[in-house]
């Protein structure tokens, strides 16, 4: 079985930034902070022009925050540092001056469809499905909800994060706003990837930054806003119901 890791590979002034877990690409603790880190050192590194956020494997595009960690949080602390990963990760994301493009090749789950939504740029292949599974055991997409609902409204927001057991197709995702393209297979997928970072790269670098500055306006509160949502779920993750509803997935 594969080690999880956070990697980057930078090529014509592409920076892609690739993160894997063998549980369906869940991310611990130390991944998110790894990723936030790569992230942030991305946007500081004059090589790259525009960064390509990506996971490894073919199936699943991130399953969200480790499990293995969730149900063994025992303290509300702990628990605002655990929903804190998420959190960090998309603030790097919406700081980070240089587009970031997401390659979606597949299922997006809670946290990765927070991902998925602070990136600049979305494609995805049609299997990239999407669902907020959150309140399923007693939470909600608090921390990721900020950047859900930026790109899907609140109305598209709303209805996968009540929905909670259920997937959404790609295609509803394009239509919501979250992905721009829906592509049949994994190598049309990276083929489109490639040809509008590479179209990306030929364009002024200030432009590119004062206009990420410009989409990204209204969201100077985040550092706060997620830290807070992060201790509402730290808070609700302790509670009778979700203790009791842990056990069953225990």
Known sequence: MMEPYVKQHIANGIGYLEFFHPAHNSLPGDILAQLAQTITAAGNNAEIKVVVLKSGGD??????????????????????VFFSGFANVINAMRKCPKFIIGRIQ??????????????????????????????????????VGPAVERKLGLSGMSQIAMDANNFYPA???????????????????????E??????????????????????????????????????SGRLVLSAF????????K
């Open 59 to 80: 199936r699943t595009f991130c399953a969200g925050a480790s499990f293995e960690e969730l149900v063994n949080i025992n303290d509300a602390e702990t628990g605002k």
């Open 106 to 143: 597949g299922k997006t789950v809670g946290g990765g469809v927070g991902l998925a939504s602070a990136t600049d740029y979305c494609m995805a292949t049609k299997f990239a499905a999407i669902k907020l599974s959150e309140l399923n055991v007693g939470i909600g997409p608090f921390v």
């Open 171 to 193: 295609e509803w995702a394009k239509e919501k706003g979250l992905f721009t393209e829906v592509y049949a297979d994994m190598e049309t997928l990276d083929e489109a990837v």
């Open 195 to 232: 040809v509008f970072a590479q179209r990306l790269c030929t364009y002024n670098p200030e432009a590119m930054k004062e206009m990420k500055q410009m989409f990204w306006k209204g969201t100077e509160d985040w550092d706060n806003l997620l830290a807070e949502r992060a201790a509402i």
């Open 242 to 249: 979700t203790k009791e509803t842990l056990k069953k997935f």
